[in-house]
């Protein structure tokens, strides 16, 4: 099956601002940041969103969950707060079908997110 392009992004065949990467996921800078930090984590297993996780990705998912404080705190934004967004499917606007979390912070965010 072809690879999807945070795959490639995880495989380094294309080429990315990786802030973190272990033997489970890869982290990089959003080529549009919509933030001042703006960072996608991804797990190197394809799964084309959190809907399609499933319980066998119990370790994996909660890896990414953790990686997540430590990556803001590597960012500095951990104390002044951040938000983590995953969006799913069309009409949350996923436009990359793989398994994203985005980390956005270095400004207010506001809420409802629109
Ligand atoms: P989604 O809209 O699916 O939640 O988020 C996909 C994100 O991937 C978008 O914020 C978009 O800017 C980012 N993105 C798309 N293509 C690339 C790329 O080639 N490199 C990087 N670093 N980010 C990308």
Known sequence: MEKTLFEKIADHEIPADIV???????AFRDISPVA???VLLVPRKALSSIAA???EDASLLAH???KVGEIARMLGIEEEGFRTVLNTGA???QTVPHLHIHILGGRDLQWPPG
Do not use: K, N, T
């Open 53 to 55: 996780a499933s319980q």
């Open 36 to 38: 001042p930090q703006h």
């Open 20 to 26: 973190y990467e272990d033997e489970q996921c890869v």
């Open 91 to 93: 009409r949350a606007g």
């Open 64 to 66: 990414l969950m953790l």
